[in-house]
């Protein structure tokens, strides 16, 4: 598995990464064994990078994570935590929150980082991202917030998700040190990154996006909507030539961004790990990569 830095300066991670946000929803279970299941699966792999939210699992995936990690504290050097803070949803973990918004303000900032700390079972966080755009709150609150955090010793480095570039830029004003990533979303199914300057801003300043839901959110594998069924039919054409199966092409799709994004694997079941991580070997041929473009889009290039 290859490993690089996210940007200069930035955390040294594993290309793919594990997304923590349905562990709570694996049919098998979410007790520590199960956890721990998919933890070894990932190192074993090479997939060392975790990522996670503070409202994955309506605020619970951290903690049962962070079960795992208490049982074997061994685990925590083995790996880097990712975590992302500021949406708030109203749920029994919430009580006080009567309708979903966005806080990104420096006194969220510091109460979410020390929940997640608590619920980790760690005593610090190796990348923070807020989690979306606080409408009602000044990037340089935002920014004093995060720099906080950092100078405190609790949060390592910092970043975003789902930024838009005019977003990515203000706030990294207000920084001393530069955001090291904007995780958005990037699949065959939703290409927005790549045209609106998202990943342009990130190779511009040396960082790598991380691409959430790369398989389209599951539904390039099982969707009905036509350019699911389109896009997958020409997966199925295209894998053999690679010794690959359709889910391992769609991943090499967007690791052959120039850009480099780490991608972020959100299965639950262990064969599925060792697949998707089995397809860090495979380099797409150019020409496929278009064609599998044209298939998603239902069109030819401009």
């Not at 303000?105 to 760690?122: D, F, G, P, W, Y």
């Not at 990130?202 to 036509?226: I, N, R």
């Not at 350019?227 to 991943?251: G, I, K, N, W």
Request: proline share 5%; with cysteine.
């Amino acid at each position: 598995m290859q490993r690089f830095r996210l940007a200069p300066g930035g955390p040294e991670v594993s290309r793919y990464a594990f997304g923590a946000w349905r562990l709570r929803e694996d049919a098998d279970g979410f007790d520590t064994p199960h956890v721990r299941a998919k933890i070894d699966a990932c190192l074993e792999c090479g997939v060392t990078t975790f990522d996670h939210a503070d409202i994955y699992g309506s605020y619970t995936c951290e903690g049962i994570f962070g079960r795992a990690l208490a049982e074997d504290p061994s685990l925590r050097e083995k790996m880097e935590i990712v975590t992302k803070c500021g949406i708030n949803v109203p749920c029994d973990n919430r009580p006080g929150v009567r309708v979903a918004h966005y806080d990104a303000t420096a006194a969220a900032i510091q109460r979410c980082v020390e929940r997640s700390l608590r619920e980790l079972n760690t005593d610090y966080i190796d990348l923070l991202l807020i989690h979306r755009p606080d409408w009602l709150t000044s990037a340089e609150e935002t920014a004093r917030g995060l720099t906080a955090v950092v100078e405190s010793g609790k949060v390592r480095h910092v970043g975003v998700s789902n930024y838009s570039t005019h977003q990515f830029a203000l706030l990294t004003q207000y920084l001393a040190a530069p955001l090291v990533t904007n995780q958005v979303e990037i699949s065959l199914l939703h290409m927005d990154a790549i045209g609106d300057g998202t990943l342009d801003q990130c190779q511009a300043g040396g960082a790598h996006p991380m691409a959430w839901s790369p398989l389209g959110k599951g539904q390039l594998m099982v969707g009905e909507e036509a350019a699911a069924v389109r896009t997958r039919a020409a997966l199925e054409r295209l894998a053999p030539e690679y010794e690959a199966t359709p889910m391992q092409l769609a991943l090499a799709w967007v690791a052959a961004l120039p850009s480099e994004p780490q991608l972020i694997i959100g299965t639950n079941r262990v064969p599925r790990i060792r697949e998707a991580a089995a397809s860090a070997r495979l380099t797409i041929d150019r020409q496929h990569w278009y064609e599998l473009w044209e298939a998603a889009q239902g069109r030819r290039i401009p």
